[in-house]
């Protein structure tokens, strides 16, 4: 009973720490969780998938492929389902045995690179299926990983431009058309983190164009809710965000969301506020490690610099019926170093963050 008392005060704290950061500064009006439905069938936790799920491309032999490879994971939490694991693996089998037609959505300069991968990915599979033979979960997770890294390059390679235009009214600011990976050191540990331009070129592009600024080195974490945010990138100073240099003002980026099965993101509008309370978004809160801008209560575009890592806690921010979904601009997630956002507290130090791929995506405003 000691347990379960400590563990249901823990939960009140936090659900209050919740509310009380969607009225904060760097928050949106809380609107009831009723108006959000949660998502059918299992939400997508892990980053990495999320990622692969929302490159704009259209091969359904690779996203079967892919389909195949993440189910063993929802099997392998589920008491070990070896039979439904092993059709898993058929089915990854099946996708991978006629590779022309993966390849018929790879551009043909790209296409040796693309042969290479698949040819790695058909070496992966039974190795997979020899863990899975022998019921090593351990070995399972290793071989999984390694043949699902590869599928995201093959995925990657598929894009062939970027799928949209961004509105002119925001011409002015850098936008990133692609993807990028920036790595931090902190004083308790790196983390890496991949930040998807194809669901939010604007404020990714404003985040990419900052760290190459420098702006994030030696800036604290100003707040740590336990299982729940972890935020930072408030300037010393009385600003609470950039000041661009060439403007002498505040650059406000504005509230960016991708709908799945929109071909382009929404702007300026939360999706409560546009009437979609039950739409989901292709970069949702339902992993660990996502990264999302912050931005003044009531001021959709009013995001600047902060922002912060959703420490996901599926009892008390399920996907779908959680107070951010929609309300907040997703960018990226953390794809290494998830274990140092749990040790980082308030006052805690980036040391440094660096773009390390991807910033030939960055493309800044043409100065007049």
Do not use: H
Request: proline fraction near 7%.
């Amino acid at each position: 009973m000691t347990k379960f008392c400590q563990r249901w005060l823990k939960n009140i704290s936090i659900a209050i720490s919740m509310i009380a950061f969607c009225w904060s500064l760097s928050a949106a009006a809380w609107t009831p969780t009723s108006y959000a439905a949660l998502p059918a069938g299992n939400a997508i936790t892990d980053g990495k998938a999320l990622l692969r799920y929302a490159l704009p491309i259209d091969n359904q032999p690779v996203r079967q492929l892919q389909a195949s490879l993440e189910d063993i994971a929802n099997q392998l939490r589920a008491n070990r389902r070896w039979g439904a694991i092993a059709n898993d693996l058929k089915g990854a089998s099946r996708a991978i045995s006629n590779p022309e037609k993966i390849l018929s959505s790879v551009p043909a300069e790209r296409q040796p690179q693309a042969e290479k991968i698949i040819a790695q990915i058909k070496d992966g599979i039974p190795k997979l299926q020899a863990a899975t033979d022998k019921k090593d979960k351990e070995n399972i997770w290793v071989e999984r990983a390694n043949i699902l890294n590869l599928v995201s390059e093959l995925e990657e390679l598929m894009v062939k431009e970027f799928p949209y235009e961004v509105p002119a009214q925001y011409s002015n600011l850098p936008q990133l058309k692609g993807r990028a990976t920036i790595a931090f050191k902190t004083n308790k540990g790196d983390i890496t983190v991949v930040v998807d331009g194809y669901s939010a070129p604007v404020t990714a592009g404003n985040f990419v164009d900052l760290v190459q600024r420098g702006f994030y080195n030696g800036l604290e974490f100003i707040r740590a809710e336990d299982s729940y945010v972890l935020q930072t990138g408030d300037p010393p100073g009385k600003d609470q965000g950039f000041i661009d240099p060439n403007t002498g003002k505040y650059r406000a980026v504005p509230l960016e969301i991708l709908v799945k099965g929109d071909s382009e993101p929404t702007y300026g509008v939360t999706l409560e506020q546009a009437g979609r309370y039950t739409d989901e978004p292709v970069l949702p809160f339902s992993a660990y490690g996502a990264v999302a801008m912050a931005r003044p209560e009531f001021e959709p575009d009013g995001g600047s610099s902060q922002f912060f890592f959703f420490l996901f806690e599926p009892e008390l921010t399920p996907a779908g019926r959680n107070l951010l979904d929609g309300r907040y601009s997703v960018f990226g997630y953390v794809t290494e170093g998830k274990e140092v956002l749990e040790k980082l507290k308030a006052g805690d130090k980036i040391e440094s963050a660096k773009v390390i791929q991807g910033a030939d995506k960055l493309v800044q405003p043409q100065v007049a």
